[in-house]
């Protein structure tokens, strides 16, 4: 039975252990010094902008677009095997702010989405208001909806993923941190990670998967292979109206100028989030200056949230990798067994499911055909809930 050890428990990680829990032969145990679901994803919107990002072909869509598709049956999955109810507005999103010189190239993705079998719609002034009149459209010019597109709560996910993965046998360790990692000689070629020493002991295992964002550029530095990813601070707020903006039966997530405006049931709203790069070293203070210019673009969208209550304030880092795109998938340089899955930025939650079936495959390829893999993937998940299909992409 192969041992994996996955280092990082939020979004990503959570994702990839429950993928891994649906394979047979796999001994899974997840490491993290925080309980789930802290750092950035604890302070993430969970805004999954597939169809209506910029990404329209080579990897960046494809995950995508996965991770879309996925979430349509891992929600459902995860609500049944575990009794959570995990928020999942599925109304869409809208995106604000649709500039004339703009209107060709939506247009264009619009005809690309179409021929990927994706549906998005260019909604002018007066569309915008009749649907959405919560929307001040004496400043918007029209905007572009996307029925297929959603949003979650980060939290809840996580701690649904980490409960499945517990109920098919994955051993979760929280409050333990990683020491000291022992390899094979340096003249091995590649190199292996043969085990952790944590504050609980060592543990030994055939894999290693680093997905603990920040925390991954001290980890590949104990293995000579640094990855550098570096904070980037984001502040939300969550703001109270008391009731439904616009229509109550259509409250899609609302997006303009990098701001989202995010309804989370009760006439609550999250709204967010800055984008704040640090001055010296990694030390980077809450601008509270920026998180007020951010309230001020989101009542300019919505002027009924000028009224708003502000319930509470939120900041979180996310990690971004150091002169390369993000995410980091895959293994690490000189390392035959220890695999990254890390620096996803801003788009951790967008990019976990297809993370996590990007790391199953890579493990579960070198110990058996992957047509086996696969085969075993679906037999685990159609065991949970018979209806589930999973995209091959």
């Known amino acids: ?17 429950y993928e891994l829990s649906l394979v047979k032969g796999l001994k899974i145990t997840v490491c993290d010094r925080q309980p789930p679901a802290q750092a950035s994803t604890g302070a993430a919107l969970g805004v999954l902008m597939g169809a209506i ?35 999942f507005n599925r109304q869409g999103i809208l995106s604000l702010g649709l500039e004339e010189e703009n209107l060709v190239a939506w247009e264009k993705l619009v005809e690309v989405r179409h021929s990927q079998g ?10 915008l208001k009749n649907i959405c009149p919560q929307v001040d459209c004496e400043t918007i010019t029209g905007g572009v909806y996307s029925p297929q597109d ?11 993923l980490v409960e499945a993965a517990q109920q098919n046998g994955v051993t979760f360790k929280f409050g333990v941190a990683v020491l000291d990692v022992q390899t094979s000689p340096p003249e091995s070629s590649p190199q292996f990670c043969v085990q952790l020493e944590t ?14 964002g920040l925390g991954s550029t001290p980890l590949t530095a104990k293995l000579n292979q640094i990855i550098d990813i570096r904070p980037v601070l984001g502040q939300a707020l969550q703001m109270r109206v008391g009731h439904p903006l616009g229509n109550p039966d259509f409250q899609p997530a609302i997006t303009g ?11 609550d709203y999250w709204v967010g989030a800055t984008v704040e790069f640090p001055n010296n070293g990694d030390e980077i203070p809450p601008n509270q200056e920026l998180l007020e210019s951010v309230r001020e673009q989101a009542i300019a969208f919505c002027p009924e949230l000028a009224t708003a209550t502000i319930l509470r304030t939120w900041s979180g880092l996310r990690p971004r990798p150091e002169g390369r795109p993000a995410p980091v998938i895959g293994k690490l340089p000189g390392f035959s067994n220890v695999l990254l899955a890390t620096g996803h930025y801003r788009n951790g939650v967008l990019l976990a499911p297809a993370t996590a ?37």
């Open 199 to 212: 504050t609980e002991g060592k543990i030994a295992a055939d894999w290693f998967v680093v997905a603990a």
């Open 357 to 393: 079936y990007a790391i199953r495959e890579m493990i579960i390829s070198q110990g058996m055909g992957s047509g086996e893999m696969r085969e075993q993937g679906e037999q685990g998940r159609q065991g949970k809930q018979k209806r589930i299909i999973i995209p091959d992409k």
């Open 118 to 127: 994706w549906h998005l719609e260019i909604w002018d002034t007066a569309k």
């Open 257 to 267: 100028n990098d701001v989202h405006i995010v309804p989370v049931g009760g006439g």
């Open 150 to 160: 959603r949003q979650l709560d980060p939290t809840a996910l996580t701690l649904a």
């Open 53 to 87: 990002s910029q990404k329209i072909k080579g990897k960046a869509w494809q995950m995508r677009e996965t991770s879309i598709q996925r979430y349509e049956t891992l929600i459902p999955e995860l609500e049944a095997l575990t009794g959570r109810k995990i928020p």
């Open 1 to 17: 039975m192969s041992h994996i050890v996955i280092i990082g428990c939020g979004v990503v990680g959570a994702a990839i252990a």
